[in-house]
């Protein structure tokens, strides 16, 4: 669905800070202000003071409503007229949906046969329609190719445009302005739109941030990217982190070579122990790409292992989490 | 445990405003002050405006450490050198566990022997010492008598306590500091200590407000105290609400037969659809005796039949929910 460009052979300028303001503007009066929770029994496990933005608790339940608001609120009336089109099984889908009911237009969703039957339930409620297609990589894009030349409706990728990353920039935006003295920002990576966002979402605000990406093992295309410095892709992956199946896409992958100090690896056992542990503790439901973000801190040493600087007082490093998103299905939970 | 007393041969008098600013000033560092949340899905379906305080973020997971904390941190050094006792199966017991660490004294917590080993759990991880006992009122009773006469250890009585009452209403102080035009505030009745303190919190600040207690079919003893006007005792049950088994004691029947507009009763279906429907829309975990608060509120039609105050303008009234606990045993869920 994306755009084929090379970063290598163009001059391609991420969303400025200034496109991060207006997007923040445009749709603050619509999202929630999500809370940033803290856990005195996670900060004794891992030897940090963490702070989670709970984007689980955003409309739609997840983050995504940043980015699909930003991009379908900033459509001119004739953009906007013959609604929207994505191809989604998830949060995007939703959030789509919601953001064009907003706008008072249609949405179209093009979804694989095989979606939960709750996800594609999820989006109608939010009033979109769902296009279901055959699971495969081709027939999404074909579909969508379709439904657009049929409707006219106007393309909105999941992540690889600069109006989603200017939205999802918000959420980390938002943390930095509520703790003004984060160290370092965690967030799971897939497509790689929250985490290009989150970089600089928190760099515009605070330069000498570290930010690392968490990805599972299972789905491991930005870590390999990243390591090699070429654009990889992500045939397929069964990871229960069901929001990170995606690949990097130009964008998000010059974004990230510039701005990410690390992608964190984490085992399907991690995400599952780390999701079972924040319901249990913090009494939140985050979904198991959530998970993703905090696992990596709670294997021993890991902090004391990412190099922070040394504080002067000694305290432990404040770290802040993004917690992107709680769409579970309660009828079959991770750990059964 | 309770101290037998009449209220119909007694002056008893509640505790004061004051003892429930001085509860507030005493704990207000150790505790959270927990959100008040709002669900956008949840209006809609009720026709309300509802705002949920929500103590199954608070530390031990539940309210009681509110009531727990001010019994303990105001005792004198002699009352509180040999430690406390209870005699609890669930939040209470943690809190208790808590509350005594803070102080740095030991805590006795009694419970039945066939309680589930992850409460057991909970208040160990809480720093308590967990004595069994037989599952039966006599054994719990004589269990804690032996364990006082042994150790000289201070009693802590779950809510027939005006120190756990005065700590309870805080919940509903904050949540009225919030949100002051409430029209109504619903909690969850069990023995009284948090539908007595909702009362003194909410009316000390808005004397107009109407309180509504919420409790299960089968655990209907504060409905039937309230209705015949005699204290009704429950023998047992088995809701699946476990908070909530409790019977009203002196202290909490007098306050409630005061102060409470009306008791609404919910079936077990109620309560486990309204749990999951929370934990669904809200991304928040709360026990099955939170979910009792909000039950009433999904039958149609009900809102309008509560007979509040109409509104000039026409909107919908605001109401408050008390969401007591989020402590819940994550492998075998309500649903399953």
């Given at each position: 669905?994306?755009?084929?460009?090379?970063?290598?052979?163009?001059?391609?300028?991420?969303?400025?800070?200034?496109?991060?303001?207006?997007?923040?503007?445009?749709?603050?009066?619509?999202?929630?202000?999500?809370?940033?929770?803290?856990?005195?029994?996670?900060?004794?496990?891992?030897?940090?003071?963490?702070?989670?933005?709970?984007?689980?608790?955003?409309?739609?339940?997840?983050?995504?409503?940043?980015?699909?608001?930003?991009?379908?609120?900033?459509?001119?009336?004739?953009?906007?007229?013959?609604?929207?089109?994505?191809?989604?099984?998830?949060?995007?889908?939703?959030?789509?949906?919601?953001?064009?009911?907003?706008?008072?237009?249609?949405?179209?969703?093009?979804?694989?046969r095989n979606a939960p039957a709750v996800k594609a339930k999820a989006i109608e409620g939010y009033g979109g329609k769902v296009?279901?297609?055959?699971?495969?990589?081709?027939?999404?894009?074909?579909?969508?190719?379709?439904?657009?030349?049929?409707?006219?409706?106007?393309?909105?990728?999941?992540y690889d445009d600069d109006r989603i990353i200017a939205g999802q920039a918000t959420a980390a935006k938002e943390l930095l302005e509520e703790v003004g003295d984060l160290h370092a920002v965690f967030a799971p990576v897939s497509g790689g739109g929250l985490l290009s966002g989150t970089c600089l979402g928190a760099k515009g605000i605070r330069a000498d941030l570290r930010v690392f990406g968490c990805e599972p093992e299972r789905a491991d295309d930005a870590y390999?990217?990243?390591?090699?410095?070429?654009?990889?892709?992500?045939?397929?992956?069964?990871?229960?982190?069901?929001?990170?199946?995606?690949?990097?896409?130009?964008?998000?992958?010059?974004?990230?070579?510039?701005?990410?100090?690390?992608?964190?690896l984490v085992s399907e056992e991690e995400i599952i122990s780390a999701a079972r542990l924040v319901w249990e503790r913090m009494k939140i439901i985050i979904e198991p790409s959530s998970a993703v973000a905090i696992a990596p801190l709670l294997r021993p040493g890991v902090v004391a292992s990412l190099n922070l600087p040394k504080r002067p007082d000694g305290t432990a490093p404040k770290l802040g989490v993004i917690f992107s998103g709680g769409n579970v299905d309660l009828s079959s939970l991770p750990w059964k």
């Amino acid at each position: 669905m994306s755009t084929a460009f090379s970063v290598e052979t163009t001059n391609y300028q991420p969303p400025s800070w200034e496109a991060i303001l207006a997007a923040h503007a445009r749709i603050a009066s619509r999202i929630h202000r999500t809370p940033v929770v803290t856990s005195t029994s996670l900060n004794a496990m891992t030897g940090a003071q963490l702070f989670f933005k709970c984007e689980n608790l955003q409309k739609t339940g997840s983050f995504k409503i940043r980015g699909a608001s930003n991009a379908i609120l900033s459509l001119s009336e004739q953009e906007a007229a013959r609604g929207i089109v994505t191809q989604s099984s998830g949060n995007h889908g939703a959030a789509v949906a919601c953001a064009a009911t907003w706008r008072g237009v249609p949405a179209w969703i093009v979804m694989p046969r095989n979606a939960p039957a709750v996800k594609a339930k999820a989006i109608e409620g939010y009033g979109g329609k769902v296009v279901f297609c055959e699971p495969t990589v081709t027939a999404r894009k074909t579909t969508c190719d379709r439904v657009q030349a049929e409707t006219g409706a106007h393309l909105v990728h999941p992540y690889d445009d600069d109006r989603i990353i200017a939205g999802q920039a918000t959420a980390a935006k938002e943390l930095l302005e509520e703790v003004g003295d984060l160290h370092a920002v965690f967030a799971p990576v897939s497509g790689g739109g929250l985490l290009s966002g989150t970089c600089l979402g928190a760099k515009g605000i605070r330069a000498d941030l570290r930010v690392f990406g968490c990805e599972p093992e299972r789905a491991d295309d930005a870590y390999r990217s990243l390591t090699t410095g070429t654009l990889q892709s992500q045939d397929s992956s069964d990871t229960i982190a069901d929001g990170l199946r995606a690949s990097l896409a130009p964008r998000t992958f010059a974004i990230l070579r510039q701005h990410v100090d690390r992608i964190l690896l984490v085992s399907e056992e991690e995400i599952i122990s780390a999701a079972r542990l924040v319901w249990e503790r913090m009494k939140i439901i985050i979904e198991p790409s959530s998970a993703v973000a905090i696992a990596p801190l709670l294997r021993p040493g890991v902090v004391a292992s990412l190099n922070l600087p040394k504080r002067p007082d000694g305290t432990a490093p404040k770290l802040g989490v993004i917690f992107s998103g709680g769409n579970v299905d309660l009828s079959s939970l991770p750990w059964k």
